[in-house]
């Protein structure tokens, strides 16, 4: 089954201490990113890659960090979390170009989401 | 700059109406592409649809088709014959040449029974 798995699902921490959400995608999908979403704003991007070891910022980089040493895993990272960064985060995959051909089954998957509290 | 405007934060219609939600994108880019998700109570992300900027022919899905209008930069989604089970948050996202994604801010449909 085609899926994009993140965890923890949730999570509690303090402020300051280090943590990673895992995300991993079975479809060998060039394009991943993280996302979070917060009341009112939508969903932000954090971070983007287009293949391994080619990573870049999205719009709300600040406080994380991500790699992307294999194909199917792009963790985020926090190296010191703050109470700003409690948040829903999503993982997401999709083919790396998606040409020009018309198809409503070519899909952008998502995980199920990492709802992160940050005391 | 890149950028997605859902002017509508909420909208309630009777069951059966047809309703038609807006997004309204910003780029300088000509090969880009628009897409729409649907987030249920349930919270999970579900893709809709994608749409190059190539491509301008509307497309219908079941109850659900998109307009899209370059001259406009609109890719409206309109839902027919409503349904309870489409109460949801809808996204609209751009990803352009720079492969950054921007999503709008989200609709929240309300279908009352």
């Known amino acids: 089954e085609a899926q994009v798995t993140q965890n923890p699902r949730y999570l509690i921490t303090v402020t300051g201490k280090k943590l990673t959400v895992t995300c991993s995608q079975n479809?060998?999908?060039?394009?991943m990113s993280w996302y979070r979403q917060d009341p009112g704003l939508g969903l932000r991007q954090i971070y983007y890659?287009?293949?391994?070891?080619?990573?870049d910022k999205g719009d709300v980089p600040e406080g994380y960090k991500v790699s992307r040493k294999e194909k199917r895993n792009f963790p985020l990272i926090l190296e010191s979390p703050s109470p700003n960064q409690t948040s829903l985060y999503f993982c997401?995959?999709?083919?790396?170009?998606f040409g020009f051909g018309r198809s409503l089954n070519n899909e952008q998957y998502f995980g199920p989401g990492t709802r992160l509290t940050v005391t | 700059a890149q950028k997605v405007t859902q002017a509508q934060t909420e909208i309630s219609v009777v069951e059966k109406e047809d309703v038609t939600l807006d997004c309204v994108y910003e780029?300088?880019?000509?090969?880009?592409?628009l897409f729409w998700y649907k987030q249920p109570p349930s919270g999970e992300l579900v893709f809709l649809i994608r749409?190059?900027?190539?491509?301008?022919q509307n497309e219908i899905s079941g109850r659900y088709s998109w307009n899209f209008q370059k001259s406009t930069s609109s890719f409206n989604f309109t839902i027919t014959a409503s349904q309870v089970v489409d109460s949801a948050v809808y996204f609209c996202?751009?990803?352009?040449?720079?492969?950054?994604?921007?999503f709008g801010k989200g609709t929240r449909l309300h279908i009352l029974p």
């Open positions: 996202a751009l990803r352009s040449g720079d492969d950054k994604i921007i």
């Open positions: 749409r190059n900027s190539f491509d301008e």
């Open positions: 479809m060998n999908h060039e394009y």
């Open positions: 780029t300088r880019d000509t090969t880009y592409y």
């Open positions: 997401a995959s999709s083919l790396g170009s």
């Open positions: 890659s287009m293949n391994v070891e080619v990573t």
